[in-house]
C-alpha cells in the first residue's frame, strides 16, 4: 500500500478546532450509523404493526450488545495506533493493523455462532412479549449470519481513527446507509418480508459497505508501510490491544446489557410500552451522537498527545471539548424532553406507541447534559490507556445505579415516565466517580514531577 505521512495535526499548534474538526466526521458517520439502524424500525413501523416493532426493537437491542463488544475491543486497536503514530513508530502500528485483523476474524466467528445457537433462549431471556418471540428470533439468526461484515466496519473504521482519519469511516457508513434503506424499501415495503427483511437488509448493506470500503483503502493507502505479511497473530500487538480493548470492551457490552436487563422489565409491562421503549431508544440514539462522537474523537487526539509524551496538552483537550459539548447537550435536553412526541412519531404512526415513547423521554432526556461530561472523561481516559477505570465507573453505574433503580420502579410503578430516571442516575454517580479519578492522577502527576 502507498505510504503517506504519519503526522496527523493534532499534537502540534491549537487544540479546539483540530478536535472539533475531526469530530465532525465522525458525528456524521455515527448520525448515518444511527439511522442505519433506525431505518429498520421506522419502515417497520409503516409497513407493520406493534409485534413487529417489538420484535425489531428487541432484537435490535440483543445485536447492538454484540457491536458493543466489537467496537470496545477495536477501540484497543484506535489507541495502540494512535499511540504509536505519536512516537513515530510506522513499524508496530503496520503490525497492529495486521494483528487486528486476525484476532477480529477469530472474535465475528464466535458472535456469530452464539447469535445463530442461542436466538430463541435469548428471546425468552428478554421477555419479548407472545406475538413477537418468532421474528425476534428470525432477527437475531440472520443478523447473527452477517457479523463477520459488522466486525469489518468496526475494525476499519477503528484503524482509521487511531491514524487520524475520520473521514473515511463517514464514506463507509454512507456506503452502508443508503444500501440499507434501499433494501429496506424493497424487502419489507415491496416484497412484504417484515422483520426477515429488515435483518437482512443489514446485513447486506454491511457486506457491500465493507467491499467498497476494502477498495478505498487500497487505492487510498495508509500513513505507514503495511502489506499481507503484516497479517499475523503478532503477540506483543495482540497483548497490548487486549489490554486496552478488553476493559472497555466489557465496560460496553455489559453496560447495553444492563439496558437489555430495563429492556426486559419493560417489556413486562405490555406490548405498547415494550414497542414505545424500543422507539425512545432510537430516538435516544440520534439524541447522543455529539457526546459519543466527543468520547470517539477523543480518545483518538488524547492518544496521539499522549505517545508525543504531551500530557498537558492532552489534558487542555479534555476540558476544551467538554465545554463545547455541554452547549451541545443543553439543546439535546430541549429536544429529548419538549420535543418527544415529534421526535417518535417519525418511527410510529400508532398514537399508545408514540406517548409511551415521549413519556419515557420527558425523564430519560436528563441524561443528555450528564453524559457530554461523562463521555469526555471517558474518551479522555481511554486515549491515556486507563481503560479499566471506564470499565470500572460504567459498571458501577449500569449495576450498581441502573438496574436496582429501574427494578424497584418496575415493581412500584407501570410509568415509563419514572423508569426514564435511572439512567440519569447511573450517569451522575459515573461522573463522579471520573471526576475524582481524575483529580487523583493530576495529583500523582504532580508529586513525580516534584519527585
Known amino acids: 500500500m502507498e505510504e503517506k505521512s504519519m503526522s496527523s495535526g493534532f499534537t502540534e499548534g491549537k487544540i479546539l478546532s ?18 442505519y439502524g433506525a431505518v429498520d424500525l421506522m419502515i417497520i413501523g409503516w409497513f407493520g404493526d406493534a ?40 513499524e508496530r502500528a503496520g503490525k497492529t493493523v495486521g494483528a487486528a485483523i486476525c484476532m477480529f476474524t477469530v472474535v465475528a ?27 425476534c428470533e428470525a432477527y437475531l439468526r440472520i443478523c447473527g449470519a452477517g457479523m463477520i461484515f459488522v466486525t469489518a466496519y468496526n475494525v476499519i473504521s477503528g484503524i482509521f481513527r487511531g491514524i487520524g482519519n475520520s473521514r473515511l469511516p463517514l464514506i463507509f457508513v454512507a456506503i452502508a446507509c443508503v ?19 429488515a435483518a437482512l437488509a443489514t446485513i447486506l448493506a ?47 457490552t455489559l453496560t447495553s446489557m444492563s439496558f437489555l436487563i430495563v429492556n426486559s422489565m419493560i417489556n413486562s409491562m405490555g406490548l405498547m410500552a415494550s414497542a414505545g421503549y424500543g422507539v425512545a431508544c432510537k430516538v435516544m440514539g440520534f439524541i447522543f451522537l455529539i457526546p459519543s ?40 435536553f430541549l429536544a429529548g424532553c419538549f420535543g418527544g412526541s415529534l421526535l ?17 423521554l420527558r425523564s430519560y432526556s436528563i441524561d443528555c447534559i450528564i453524559t457530554c461530561i461523562l463521555f469526555c472523561f471517558m474518551g479522555y481516559f481511554n486515549g491515556c490507556g486507563h481503560t479499566k477505570l ?5 459498571l458501577i453505574g449500569a449495576f450498581g445505579i441502573r438496574i436496582p433503580l429501574a427494578w424497584i420502579l418496575c415493581k412500584t410503578t407501570s410509568s415509563l415516565f419514572l423508569m426514564g430516571f435511572a439512567t440519569p442516575a447511573a450517569s451522575i454517580v459515573s461522573c463522579i466517580i471520573c471526576f475524582c479519578y481524575y483529580l487523583h492522577l493530576n495529583k500523582k502527576q504532580k508529586a513525580q514531577v516534584v519527585v
Open 18 to 35: 483540530p478536535l472539533i474538526k475531526f469530530m465532525i466526521p465522525i458525528v456524521g458517520a455515527l448520525l448515518l450509523q444511527a439511522m
Open 179 to 197: 444500501v440499507n434503506v434501499i433494501g429496506d424499501f424493497l424487502l419489507v415495503g415491496v416484497f412484504k418480508m417484515d422483520v426477515a427483511g
Open 344 to 360: 417518535s412519531s417519525i418511527f410510529s404512526t400508532d398514537p399508545q406507541v408514540i406517548e409511551a415513547s415521549a413519556s419515557y
Open 206 to 252: 454491511q457486506a457491500v459497505s465493507v467491499v467498497l470500503s476494502v477498495i478505498i483503502i487500497r487505492k487510498t493507502g495508509l500513513p505507514f508501510h503495511f502489506n499481507i505479511k503484516y497479517i499475523k497473530f503478532h503477540p506483543f500487538e495482540i497483548k497490548s490491544m487486549l489490554q486496552l480493548g478488553i476493559p472497555i470492551a466489557l465496560q460496553d
Open 51 to 90: 409485534s413487529s416493532l417489538s420484535a425489531v426493537a428487541t432484537g435490535s437491542s440483543v445485536t447492538q450488545m454484540a457491536t458493543m463488544l466489537i467496537s470496545g475491543l477495536t477501540m484497543g486497536a484506535t489507541v495502540l495506533i494512535g499511540r504509536y503514530i505519536g512516537e513515530n513508530n510506522p
Open 109 to 135: 466467528v464466535i458472535v456469530s455462532v452464539i447469535l445463530l445457537l442461542f436466538a430463541s433462549p435469548l428471546t425468552r431471556v428478554m421477555q419479548v412479549p407472545e406475538q413477537a418471540i418468532g421474528q
Open 390 to 394: 471506564v470499565m470500572i465507573q460504567g
Open 293 to 332: 462522537a466527543f468520547m470517539q474523537a477523543m480518545s483518538a487526539f488524547v492518544a496521539q498527545n499522549i505517545g508525543a509524551g504531551k500530557v498537558d496538552r492532552a489534558k487542555r483537550a479534555l476540558f476544551s471539548g467538554m465545554g463545547s459539548a455541554l452547549i451541545v447537550g443543553v439543546f439535546m
